[in-house]
């Protein structure tokens, strides 16, 4: 099946810098990409969507000065965590798709702001 | 708003066990409906869907029946393996976008 790798798979930063996760599709051309934020013991939240070549839409609530996301080719897209703070430490989990409904997960990242 | 609805957990059984996990879900419009598998340290895993009303979803000795009159999506398995814990999460889709239950988290013991 399709496959969704992110990269990477645990990251611990500072307070106050940044983080870049990648998320790409192996072996499938994804038009649209999701990107969820998951606490633990709770369900995947939607934080935003992203097309190839255009402006990622965000969820209500959803800082996109703090979250930036890219989507610039069709098998990568990457969130930006900035100005980090422990508040967002979390798992961030990608998930794409190239057929309306079929979504492939990637692995998740754990990020963990100290 | 558009939403899902899973039975807390854990849930512990035995191996071989019956299993069933409800899920109701609300909808401004007709949805697709999903069962999605998390195994430690990975990530989620299409288990089964139903597209439509009536529609059964089945995989690996799962199965779920989309039930339109009751809104849910329950899955049910008939005996458990201890290789089935995992966290299960019910899901619908709508309008380009998924909604996911809280999840509900499956301990087998042999």
């Known amino acids: 099946g399709a496959v969704v790798s992110q990269h990477p798979s645990w990251v611990i930063c500072k307070s106050g810098t940044s983080v870049k996760i990648e998320c790409r599709s192996l072996?499938?051309?994804?038009?649209?990409m999701f990107w969820y934020r998951q606490f633990p013991k709770q369900s995947l939240m939607l934080m935003a969507t992203s097309n190839e070549g255009s402006k990622a839409t965000y969820e209500q609530g959803v800082e996109k000065d703090k979250f930036l996301i890219n989507h610039a080719s069709l098998t990568l897209s990457t969130l930006t965590v900035t100005s980090a703070h422990p508040e967002d430490s979390s798992f961030y989990i990608c998930?794409?798709?190239?057929?309306?409904?079929?979504?492939?997960f990637g692995p998740g990242t754990r990020l963990t702001v100290t | 708003g558009d939403s899902v609805t899973q039975m807390e957990g854990p849930v512990t059984l035995s191996e071989e066990a019956f299993l069933t996990i409800n899920c109701t879900y609300t909808?401004?419009?007709?949805?697709?409906l999903f069962w999605y598998v998390q195994y430690p340290g990975e990530g989620l895993q299409l288990l089964l869907k139903a597209t439509k009303a009536d529609d059964k979803g089945s995989n690996k000795g799962f199965e779920a029946t989309y039930r339109k009159e009751t809104t849910s999506f329950h899955l049910e398995k008939g005996s458990v393996q201890v290789s089935d814990s995992a966290v299960y999460f019910c899901?619908?889709?709508?309008?380009?976008?998924?909604?996911f239950g809280s999840g509900t988290k499956l301990n087998v013991k042999p």
């Open positions: 998930s794409a798709t190239g057929v309306p409904y079929e979504q492939y």
């Open positions: 899901a619908l889709y709508l309008f380009n976008k998924f909604y």
């Open positions: 072996d499938f051309q994804a038009t649209t």
């Open positions: 909808a401004t419009g007709y949805p697709s």
